[in-house]
T-cell receptor, first 113, second 114 residues
Framework: GESVGLHLPTLSVQEGDNSIINCAYSNSASDYFIWYKQESGKGPQFIIDIRSNMDKRQGQRVTVLLNKTVKHLSLQIAATQPGDSAVYFCAEILTGGGNKLTFGTGTQLKVEL | NAGVTQTPKFQVLKTGQSMTLQCAQDMNHEYMSWYRQDPGMGLRLIHYSVGAGITDQGEVPNGYNVSRSTTEDFPLRLLSAAPSQTSVYFC?????????????FGDGTRLSIL
């Protein structure tokens, strides 16, 4: 069935390095993807989104890349900071059916000093 | 704006007890939803609403009821709590009508069923 999943459950990076968090999706009908950041004890917080008609979108220190050929999504964080330590979720919106979000299981990003 | 406010933040129930988790938003968002978050499973949609008076089931609706009498409030009811409902519950809201409207989440209710 359709699913949104993450390749790595935990990612450790050194402060100042770039981080890349990956996500695979299986439903080619999805037309909108979102990355969320969740800090301990908090709800998910919107980071960046991308439509399926785009390959790349940049925000402040973050870039999302979408490869529809292999159904792959990635989040790149430049110059990772301790405050970036959190769980990151990708989510997709399936066309129709109330535009419900389907979330992946999450990747824990740990920033080492 | 306070955003999305959930109460209570923590709750412990005994099996068979009933309870209502409250959710309110002050952003005049049409779309509201409830998710549960369990270890290793991400967030799963329980129920959602596209406006006052309209609700629909999500991925895991069994054991939960919702109502939407106002735009601001979207309570989630457990009629007879079961240990399998031990989880962290998140309420979210967004504007309706366009896909690219990110959801705003509350900080969650941590519920334990003994």
């Amino acid at each position: 069935g359709e699913s949104v999943g993450l390749h790595l459950p935990t990612l450790s990076v050194q402060e100042g390095d770039n981080s890349i968090i990956n996500c695979a999706y299986s439903n080619s009908a999805s037309d909108y993807f979102i990355w969320y950041k969740q800090e301990s004890g908090k709800g998910p917080q919107f980071i960046i989104d991308i439509r399926s008609n785009m390959d790349k979108r940049q925000g402040q220190r973050v870039t999302v890349l979408l490869n529809k050929t292999v159904k792959h999504l990635s989040l790149q964080i430049a110059a990772t900071q301790p405050g970036d330590s959190a769980v990151y979720f990708c989510a997709e919106i399936l066309t129709g059916g109330g535009n419900k979000l389907t979330f992946g299981t999450g990747t824990q990003l740990k920033v080492e000093l | 704006n306070a955003g999305v406010t959930q109460t209570p933040k923590f709750q412990v129930l005994k099996t068979g007890q009933s309870m209502t988790l409250q959710c309110a938003q002050d952003m005049n968002h049409e779309y509201m939803s409830w998710y549960r978050q369990d270890p290793g499973m991400g967030l799963r949609l329980i129920h959602y609403s596209v406006g006052a008076g309209i609700t629909d089931q999500g991925e895991v609706p069994n054991g939960y009821n919702v109502s939407r009498s106002t735009t601001e409030d979207f309570p989630l009811r457990l009629l007879s709590a079961a240990p399998s409902q031990t989880s962290v519950y998140f309420c979210a809201s967004r504007r309706q009508g366009r896909n690219n409207q990110p959801q705003h989440f509350g900080d969650g209710t941590r519920l334990s069923i003994l």
